[in-house]
């Protein structure tokens, strides 16, 4: 079911490190194969501890751990989907939603299982839940723990599109490609944008704004866009 182990996260988090300073990875997938999109945690992969644990340690390791992965998703600088073909719970829940574009197979499941063993929801849920759908339905979610179906995880607003287990594939590479034919540093910007806003007021968000477009347009593709509009063609990015 794909538990995350400590080196499979580190793993992923150096993969989305590279993708933001690689100019030629234009867009991301992260999908997994099997039964299950992500089981959670796999906490038997994690290096050994030295020594009595001391006050602070579980929040360390937290922050370290599964904060750290799921920030590594919402900071990639290039567009992230995640392809949900199965139950994707605790953790695993959480990475998809950190994704910017969601897309879940019909049997895909969604969790917050944390209640269910007694724990606070971590990496990032108790963020993420309540700025996608709502304080009153995080709430509910985490409270009970049940498994939500892909259907009703897009009625809600988790998910962008539901699709039949055998097209999901095909849907996530036909989405990375259209991403990856646009204008790459205008989209790590308008991402950068739209998760900030969340957190901004208004004047800061303006601000936000105005500055962002003035850095795309020192961009080769700010300049193809302009000039492709005013020649009347299709404009070709290069992600520079």
Known sequence: MNAVTWDQRERIIALLTEATADPDVRAVVLTATGRGFCAGADLRGAPASA???VPGDVARTIRLGAQRFIGAVMDCEKPVIAAVNGTAAGIGAHLAFA?????????AKFIEVFVRRGLVPDGGG?????RLIGPQRAKELMFFGDAVTAQEARELGLVNRVVPAEELEKTARAWADRLAQGPTRALALTKQLVNASLDSDRTTAFA?????????MTTRDANEGVASFVERRTARYEGR
């Open 51 to 53: 020594g009595e644990r």
């Open 126 to 130: 108790a963020y993420l839940l309540p």
């Open 208 to 216: 936000a704004e105005a500055a962002a477009q003035e850095i795309n």
């Open 99 to 107: 994704c910017d574009l969601v897309l879940a197979a019909e049997p």
